[in-house]
């Protein structure tokens, strides 16, 4: 179990242009997620997949923004039209589906992005 | 909605001094309350979660939070911290029930303990 990983970890990129950041899972986990991490804040939700349906999205994820999860495995969050507003850290976790009363989500190192 | 509350944004400490590390939640319905940290350039890492019962969770490496329903409070206490505990930690909230148990985040304490 090599954990959550996320690609890359830094992008650094000129306003305007597009982005795109790849989050794969740990193998057996059924739901992904993905926040962002601005400067001295805490994470907050971006949006949500169960398998590969995506079933919510936060007001936080403007119409530049979309993500993907084909076939329930690896998802990727393109930003496109970047703005300086874009700078953050993108963080993806996943978790499992059992029957216990929680399921640990669990988090990538996080892809960091600069927008200049 | 649900938010969360870390009072202190910096908690700087001496080696083996106790700490506490402040987190107040804010929700109309009953809610699971998490501690995750974060070593530098590291992820986010669970330190422990109260679902239900005992309101006293521990966890491995000698942290330990009270939830109190009365006080919607959830602070995490250390009574001797050690050099590597310098780190970020951030209180967390999910509302049971919901299916997507999407977590809402404090802005995270910095603890840093100096020799």
């Known amino acids: 179990d090599t954990g959550v990983s996320q690609d890359p970890r830094h992008k650094i990129t000129k306003r305007g242009q597009n982005v795109t950041f790849r989050c794969d899972p740990i193998?057996?986990?059924?739901?992904l997620y993905w926040y962002r991490q601005t400067l001295g804040q805490g994470p907050e939700f971006l949006t949500y997949?169960?398998?590969?349906?995506?079933?919510?999205k936060s007001r936080l994820l403007s119409d530049r923004f979309s993500a993907e999860r084909p076939k329930g495995s690896f998802s990727t969050l393109e930003i496109q039209r970047t703005e300086q507003g874009d700078s953050a850290m993108y963080l993806c976790?996943?978790?499992?589906?059992?029957?216990?009363?929680?399921?640990?989500?669990?988090f990538g190192p996080g892809t960091r992005l600069t927008v200049l | 909605a649900q938010s969360v509350t870390q009072l202190d944004s910096q908690v700087p400490v001496f080696e083996e001094a106790p700490v506490e590390l402040r987190c107040n939640y804010s929700s109309s319905v009953s809610v699971y309350l998490f501690w995750y940290v974060q070593y530098p350039n590291q992820g986010l890492q669970l330190l422990l979660k109260y679902l239900s019962g005992s309101t006293l969770v521990e966890s491995i490496n000698g942290f330990e939070a009270e939830f109190n329903k009365s006080q919607t409070s959830f602070h995490l206490r250390k009574p001797s911290v050690h050099i590597s505990d310098t780190a970020e930690y951030f209180c967390?909230?999910?509302?049971?029930?919901?299916?997507?148990?999407?977590?809402?985040f404090g802005k995270g304490t910095l603890l840093t303990v100096n020799p």
């Open positions: 193998s057996e986990h059924n739901r």
């Open positions: 967390a909230v999910s509302v049971p029930l919901r299916s997507n148990y999407k977590l809402t």
């Open positions: 997949f169960q398998n590969e349906a995506q079933l919510e």
């Open positions: 976790a996943s978790s499992g589906q059992t029957s216990g009363l929680y399921n640990e989500q669990f």
